[in-house]
């Protein structure tokens, strides 16, 4: 398979967890005069972290995926796949094309721990020529469990808020190296989602 390169071109409008709740589970209360925005940062880094770990899309996101050709089937990562919006590539004179979607059919994994959707062309469907760009051939797609942070597997939130959790706890000092409970603990929910590609 050709190495693609992955560019998110509209970020999801929600976080799987929200202050609130993250709040609640590190039992701050109004008092302790955390500010809002910082919470926020820590929450999106620790989301971050688990999407990483698990190489999956928590809530909704449109994603760009380009290479260099075409191939017969081509991977879609950031499972899990809701739809693919279209696929385009440069002709051989540079001019940015569209390519008819009768040509090739996606296929959408379900469940909470699908693996990669994929765009299989039709056999019979004679590739064009592209021109030499490394982002010749462009498929945009929409990825994640759905639109708000409800649509997330259980799981996969409570692992977000021991991040959040350990953030917060060792905001002032650098830990390197070292793993705590937490940390083992977020890894053990997300490992079975985990796409191995």
């Known amino acids: 398979?050709?190495?693609?390169?992955?560019?998110?071109?509209?970020p999801a409008s929600a976080e799987p967890v929200s202050v609130d709740q993250a709040r609640a589970h590190a039992r701050l209360g109004p008092s302790?005069?955390?500010?809002?925005?910082?919470?926020l940062l820590k929450l999106q880094t620790a989301r971050a972290d688990r999407e990483s770990f698990t190489q999956r899309q928590f809530v909704t996101a449109t994603w760009l995926l380009t290479q260099c050709e075409f191939e017969r089937?081509?991977?879609l990562p950031r499972p899990p796949?809701?739809?693919v919006t279209w696929v385009k590539y440069y002709d051989a004179d540079n001019v940015l094309q569209t390519v008819d979607s009768s040509k090739y059919r996606v296929h959408h994994p379900s469940g909470d721990r699908a693996g990669h959707g994929e765009i299989e062309f039709d056999a019979c469907y004679q590739f064009p020529v592209v021109y030499p760009r490394e982002d010749a051939v462009q498929i945009q797609f929409v990825a994640g469990y759905g639109d708000d942070g409800e649509s997330v597997p259980a799981p996969l939130r409570h692992a977000i808020?021991?991040?959040?959790a350990?953030?917060?706890?060792f905001r002032e000092e650098q830990t390197v190296g070292s793993v705590t409970k937490n940390l083992r603990a977020a890894d053990d929910l997300c490992w079975?989602?985990?796409?191995?590609s």
Request: aromatic residues 8%.
């Open 73 to 75: 089937e081509i991977d």
């Open 192 to 196: 079975p989602y985990r796409v191995i």
């Open 81 to 83: 796949l809701q739809s």
């Open 1 to 10: 398979a050709i190495m693609g390169k992955l560019s998110l071109v509209t």
């Open 166 to 169: 350990e953030l917060y706890a």
């Open 32 to 39: 302790d005069g955390a500010e809002a925005a910082d919470l």
């Open 161 to 164: 808020l021991l991040v959040f």
